[in-house]
């Protein structure tokens, strides 16, 4: 497997230390692992709006980089009285969406799924444990705009993740800080052309169990190699 689906740049922000992910630096440690393909997200804009003329900056700095490299806009609700001119600021190739960092409200959701099902967009969208960002939150607008392809960024909780991409022709999940435990739960030959391999580089080395994540991360790569599959980046995008 040579693409990585959930690669961030960019500031990063933990409990207790603030980190910077050099773009170049990023796509340079893919590259010698032998990624082609990413798609990259900054966490700069997880600061705020006014950050975005610094997330701009960043993807400037890998326009001419040896991997193939599909940019990711990290939409915020304060983008969207503005978004088109957000969106076409850059060659925004995916729309993220970050339920639990910025507490997006239903009507807010339902505007970037009608804008993306316009333009041709897909959508990537953090999931998790939490009240607002549990995967069937989602289930309403996954089904009311199938042409909009949607991942949901780690799979959390692994049983919806499972039932969603199996139900939604046009769900996908990536395996970014899923446990193999999570994974040999949701992975079989039903799923496996639902399934993106994804590590959230950089962000887990601000983890505080990293040795444990980067394990989970090297075990998850090769179940999902296990699995012969047709889903790369390249025909995800393609489709």
């Not at 082609?36 to 950050?51: A, P």
């Not at 289930?139 to 993740?161: D, S």
């Not at 969603?164 to 970014?176: P, S």
Request: hydrophobic residues 35%; contains cysteine.
């Amino acid at each position: 497997m040579n693409y990585d689906s959930h690669v961030h740049i960019g500031v990063f922000k933990n409990k207790t230390r603030t980190f910077y992910f050099e773009p170049k630096k990023v796509l340079s440690d893919l590259k010698c692992v032998g990624i082609k393909e990413v798609i990259l997200m900054s966490t700069t804009q997880n600061s705020g709006i006014d950050s975005f003329s610094e997330v701009l900056h960043e993807f400037s700095e890998v326009e001419k980089s040896q991997i193939k490299v599909h940019p990711g806009l990290w939409c915020l609700p304060e983008m969207i009285s503005n978004f088109d001119y957000y969106v076409n600021s850059y060659k925004w190739e995916i729309l993220k969406i970050h339920p639990y960092s910025q507490k997006w409200k239903n009507g807010e959701l339902e505007f970037v799924f009608r804008y993306a099902s316009k333009n041709s967009l897909p959508i990537i969208i953090h999931t998790g444990f939490f009240r607002n960002d549990f995967c069937y939150r989602f289930v309403k607008f996954i089904k009311k705009y199938p042409n909009v392809k949607t991942i949901l960024a780690h799979g959390h909780p692994a049983e919806e993740a499972k039932y969603m991409i199996l139900k939604y022709e046009n769900c996908y999940l990536d395996t970014a800080f899923m446990n193999p435990s999570e994974l040999n739960e949701i992975l079989d030959k039903n799923t496996r052309n639902k399934m993106l391999y994804g590590s959230d580089y950089l962000v887990q080395y601000a983890h505080p169990d990293t040795k444990k994540l980067l394990s989970d991360i090297d075990k998850n790569r090769l179940l999902l190699n296990f699995f012969d599959s047709d889903l790369t980046l390249e025909n995800f995008f393609k489709k």
